[in-house]
Structures are given as structure tokens and as C-alpha cells.
């Protein structure tokens, strides 16, 4: 058995089956249209995108390639943050600042009539709600949030407790941990670096499309022995004796296992004590070789 190549080592075909887009969704289409798309284009058998984002929302929608589908859940980790505009419905009231700090922290909200989800009273966190710029009735913010949090439903309820009524405008994700609008890709970037590789030229296709472990930037790491890995690789979870290094992490926290030249072997939840002598130290979620 072969485990995979380092990411800086990979071929073409290798990164394509392993790897992740960090898109600048276009407004019209779905998450899931744009996740097809791009599916299409590398030639892979799959792909998925991380957080729906709604037809009209623009922004970062980091597409997953091949095998790095199953890297799905470290997004529901991480946090998101969006720029809105805040349509009011009457003039801009001077308590603004006020109320928008009030919606800062454990929130109530109940997902909306179309959402695929179950339509229950649940709890999101807001982490920041800041004002960028002001006009008329209009008020642009950015909001950083939790995985899950309906920023449509956020503006509507804004909109209550400040006395006018507001609607959410145009909306835009700007970050979805660890990526952001710092280096997004079009599907035209995507479809240009494609054709000069296929002519030879794979310098465009390795800015383009990253190795799939990017996605793990912000997870503890746990490096094993490559001995261990090729235990993962059959469903064996990750003991003691294997791991040569680990990140502090609290308990059952979602770690990110490696192999020691930087290739991702799994993911698992991390339930022992990485610098004992023997016993389970990692149970395995997803395993990625």
C-alpha cells in the first residue's frame, strides 16, 4: 500500500483528487450548481462545498475535490463571516450601535420556512456585528458568526428590535475558517489554469487548486509514524505508540492526524493522552488515505 504523496510533491492528476478551490461564488447559480461545475471541469468524481450559500449570495465557497470531500465537517467547526446590508424599513434610529451590540453572543433563532433544516428554536453564536458604512436607510455591516447562523433571519430580527423593520439587501461571505476573500478563485481562474495544464503548464493549476490539508490549518495536528498511518488506512485508530507529536488540544476536540512529511492521513476526535506509553490517543471520523 502507497500512502500519499507529500503535498508539495504531488502530480496533476494527484492534486486534483486531493485538493480544494477556494471559490468567488457568482451570484444566480446554487452552492450546489457551482460545487457540480467545478466537479466537471477538474474531471473528478466528486466534489462538495463547504456551507450552502443561496443563489443570490456571493463570496467564498471553498470546493472540495476527490477524496477531500471528506473533510466536510471541519467546517462546521469553524466560523463565518459575512458583509450584509441592513435594508431598513424607517428612518435609521440613533440607538443603532446600542441594539447592534445587544445581538453580540448567544443568539435565538429559528431557521426559515424554506431552510432544509428542522425549523426549531436553536442557538448561534454572534461574535461581532460591526458598522463599515451608513446611507440613508441603509447600513452596511459585517458580521463574523457561527457555522449555521441564517444572516437573512438576523437582519430580519435586528430589524424588530430596533422599531423600523429591515430586510437583508445583498449579502457577501468574505471568510469561512481558515479561508477568506484574500486569494478567492473564479470559475474562470479555475477553467484557465485547466486548459494551459493540459498543455504542460501546471504552474497556474498549483495556484488554483491547493492541497486539500489547507483545510486543516486550524486544526490541533497529531503526527504519526508513517507505520501508524498505514494502520489508519485499513480503519485502525491512532494509539500511543504511533504518535511521534501532538498539538495540545482538549478533550475531544477534532484533530487532524499526519504523516511526518505533512500529508493528512485522517481525522478523529482525540480521546487519550498523546504522551502515554500505550492506550487510544485518536478515534477515527474520517480517514483521508
Not at 450584509?84 to 429559528?110: M, N, S, W
Not at 476573500?181 to 486548459?195: E, F, G, N, Y
Not at 501546471?202 to 486543516?216: C, D, M, N, Q, S
Request: negative net charge.
Amino acid at each position: 500500500m502507497r500512502l500519499r504523496a507529500p503535498p508539495g510533491d504531488r502530480d496533476l492528476t494527484a492534486r486534483l483528487e486531493f485538493g480544494v478551490v477556494n471559490l468567488d461564488k457568482p451570484p444566480g447559480p446554487s452552492a450546489h450548481q457551482v460545487a457540480g461545475w467545478v466537479r466537471d471541469l477538474a474531471g473528478v468524481d466528486r466534489a462538495a462545498h463547504a456551507g450552502t450559500l443561496d443563489p443570490k449570495v456571493t463570496g467564498c465557497l471553498p470546493i472540495m475535490l476527490g477524496d477531500a470531500t471528506r473533510l466536510a465537517p471541519v467546517f462546521l467547526e469553524g466560523r463565518k463571516e459575512y458583509v450584509a446590508v441592513l435594508e431598513l424599513h424607517d428612518r435609521r434610529p440613533a440607538d443603532l450601535d446600542d441594539v447592534l451590540a445587544e445581538f453580540e453572543g448567544e443568539i435565538y433563532q429559528k431557521p426559515p420556512r424554506k431552510s432544509a433544516v428542522s425549523r426549531r428554536l436553536r442557538t448561534r453564536t454572534i461574535h461581532a456585528i460591526d458598522i463599515l458604512e451608513t446611507r440613508d436607510r441603509q447600513v452596511l455591516l459585517r458580521i463574523e458568526c457561527a457555522s449555521g447562523t441564517y444572516v437573512r433571519k438576523l437582519c430580519h430580527d435586528l430589524g424588530l428590535a430596533l422599531g423600523t423593520g429591515a430586510h437583508m439587501g445583498h449579502l457577501r461571505r468574505t471568510a469561512t475558517d481558515p479561508f477568506d476573500d484574500r486569494d478567492l478563485v473564479t470559475l474562470h481562474d479555475l477553467a484557465d489554469a485547466l486548459a494551459v495544464a493540459e498543455e504542460g503548464n501546471e504552474g497556474p493549476i498549483r495556484e488554483v487548486v491547493a492541497p486539500a490539508e489547507r483545510v486543516l490549518g486550524d486544526l490541533p495536528a497529531v503526527t504519526v509514524a508513517p507505520s501508524a498511518a498505514e494502520q489508519v488506512a485499513t480503519g485502525a485508530p491512532v494509539y500511543a505508540p504511533g504518535v511521534l507529536n501532538a498539538d495540545e488540544s482538549d478533550p475531544d476536540a477534532l484533530v487532524a492526524c499526519y504523516t511526518p512529511d505533512g500529508s493528512a492521513v485522517c481525522l478523529g476526535r482525540r480521546v487519550g493522552d498523546p504522551d502515554a506509553d500505550e492506550g487510544l490517543v485518536v478515534d477515527l471520523e474520517r480517514v483521508l488515505v
